[in-house]
């Protein structure tokens, strides 16, 4: 059987099973992962039970401001299908205690929330000896959408090669439900957040855009005529190299 990629000649089944032996061969005592009720990490789990069984943990970490009772519902009925351990833990009383002490900023205070679901996931990591499994996909890693140091924190990044495109075709074909498969992407990090009205572009153009630099090589210009876009290109291409910096470890002066 094949599936094929809607943005590149490449099999999605060919690939999962890729992404499946990876995840196998990188496992110590176990994995412990967040689950938001979302596209990227329904995958991710879903590959993760295919390779390792019961050795995945799902911490589910709601902060019940900001996250719609839709999402936890759908992670906790995704979750117990599977039969995979879980834990949830409502992070509002750990986003409270911090901002009595800070200045209020939505972006801030929502990046912080990205920043104590990956404390509390190494917390687990340390707690039992296993790896953390981050559920960043290729377009979001490529354009820096992501929390430094929150969902970017991760041992592992096992659909980091795969575009968001791409995941809501492979996505079905694994078991994940289609209402899931389906959902508009949302880091959660503020109330009504959405992925595409922050970027002002869809993941559809966007995919296309960094398929045609980061797959076919193409420069800027070219991609631009190809495509028949212009400021998109450019602010895809901006926001990747802004976002450079993530996709690094800190600079060391050299002696």
């Not at 094949?2 to 060919?14: A, G, H, V």
């Not at 979302?38 to 995945?56: C, F, H, R, W």
């Not at 972006?107 to 000896?129: F, P, Q, V």
């Not at 289609?178 to 572009?201: D, F, N, T, V």
């Amino acid at each position: 059987m094949q599936l094929k990629s809607p943005l590149r000649d490449l099999d999605l089944i060919k690939a999962k099973d890729v992404i499946v032996d990876f995840i196998r061969e990188n496992l110590d005592k176990g994995y412990v992962m967040g689950l938001s009720g979302g596209l990227d990490s329904s995958v991710t789990l879903a590959l993760a039970k295919e390779a390792v069984g019961d050795k995945v943990k799902v911490l589910i970490m709601p902060d019940p401001e900001v996250t719609p009772e839709e999402d936890v519902e759908d992670a906790l009925s995704y979750v117990k299908n599977l039969g995979v351990e879980y834990k949830i833990i409502d992070i509002s009383p750990i986003v409270s205690a911090y901002s009595k002490l800070l200045p209020y900023d939505t972006l801030a205070l929502g990046n912080l929330r990205a920043r104590i679901r990956m404390s509390l996931l190494y917390y687990y990591a340390n707690l039992e000896g296993r790896k953390v499994l981050g559920a960043g996909d290729k377009s979001e890693l490529l354009i820096g959408y992501f929390t430094k140091y929150g969902d970017g924190g991760a041992d592992l990044f096992p659909i980091g090669c795969l575009y968001k495109t791409e995941l809501r075709v492979l996505a079905p074909f694994i078991g994940v439900p289609e209402k899931i498969a389906k959902k508009k992407s949302s880091p959660r990090l503020w109330k009504e957040h959405l992925a595409e009205e922050e970027l002002g572009i869809s993941y559809d153009v966007i995919d296309k855009i960094l398929v045609e630099i980061f797959e076919k090589g193409k420069k800027i210009d070219e991609v631009k005529r190809e495509l028949r876009l212009s400021w998109e290109v450019d602010k895809v291409w901006e926001m990747h190299v802004n976002s450079a910096h993530k996709r690094s470890t800190p600079p060391i002066p050299k002696l």
